[in-house]
């Protein structure tokens, strides 16, 4: 976009505006460019500024104009295929397809498409759209997304990811683990049984009934989320975590999904969450529904390792009381987290010094210790509610 002046003069203390919000300031007049225009870019724009005639006038604003922007194809969406859908020999694997739609006017326009597992490419960008999922894998909990991109990569979009759970059960070659879990996660749920109890129950009616150590784990994990899969859930979300970092030791390129949304950028939240803000430069750090809670450690006798007073002498009545949140990681964090497994979190604005982050775990001062941690001080942040009937913020 080009703003000029009354016959082509140079404008001054030039502002660009987005459906009336200022999205760019110049010196002097300036092309404004949208590198890469996404729906989201349509809406009113115009520009304000001074022209010096021969004295500098007053703000001025341009006419409004309407920019629409039409994407060249949908974002793709990742799909299991069904056995009908197969064709040849593959009827008993996994065959993932990544599909999207072209814009009515571009429907000519060839699109390559390539497959990931977590953040690992399983297949560079290619013409096809489907990707088989070798047999080995089939039998693990897996998470895929796909990108799909013009010949030149100008445009490229990547789809959400997707889980494969269940699919051992009719794709595994033996489908005997996966099988096992999926009846008893169902006896857990319509019975109230424990995970324990629900085994018992099964292999009781057939003993070679067998599940490996990890459905087992995920199992566990279905009951203490009260046989629901809540995804905010704050043992899930160290769940996934701990699944993350097993699966990607590098660390190179972590799934967004795993981060939580900047606070920043988004203006309401829930009703009843605390939003909690660097004391220093006041700015949004992350909310409470992002604190991982942990049950109390065993206070000084889990540190004995590191005094020189032996463990027995050690009170054991007064437990040490957090003086840390652990958090999920936000967006914010991301730079920081990337090529590295333990490092300083500073606050994004001031660089002040928030706490610490270790991919392999760090120990809470009440002796737990919390594997990957992100450890925020509490006396480095501020607790910020609000009011239910002014809407304004009270800090605690």
Known sequence: MRCRGWYDKV???????????????FHSS?????????ASDSGRYQCSGTMRIPVESAPMFSAKVVVTVQELFQTPVLRVMSPKEIRGTAHRRVVLRCETRLHPQKRDTPLQFAFYKYSRAVRRFDWGAEYTVPEPEVEELEAYWCEAATATRSVRKRSPWLQLPGLGLFFSHAGISRSVAIVTAFLMKTDHLTFEKAYENLQTIKPEAKMNEGFECQLKLYQAMGYEVDTSSAIY???????VTEKYPELQNLPQELFAVDPTTISQGLKDEV?????????SLFRSSSILDHNEGSGPVAFAHKRMTPSFMLATGNQAQCTSYFIEPVQWMESTLLGVMDGQLLC??????????????????????ITPAFQIHKNRVDEMKMLPVLGSQTRK
């Not at 979300?237 to 699944?243: E, G, N, T």
């Open 11 to 25: 404008v001054y203390k030039l502002h660009y505006y987005h459906d009336d919000q200022a999205v760019r300031y």
């Open 30 to 38: 300036t092309n404004y460019t949208v590198l890469q225009a996404r």
């Open 237 to 243: 979300k160290q769940y996934r975590l701990q699944k």
């Open 275 to 283: 939003l909690y803000k660097c004391r220093k430069c006041r700015r």
């Open 348 to 369: 994004p604005k001031c660089s002040a010094k928030l706490g610490s982050f270790n991919w392999y775990g760090e120990q809470c001062s009440c002796g737990r210790w």
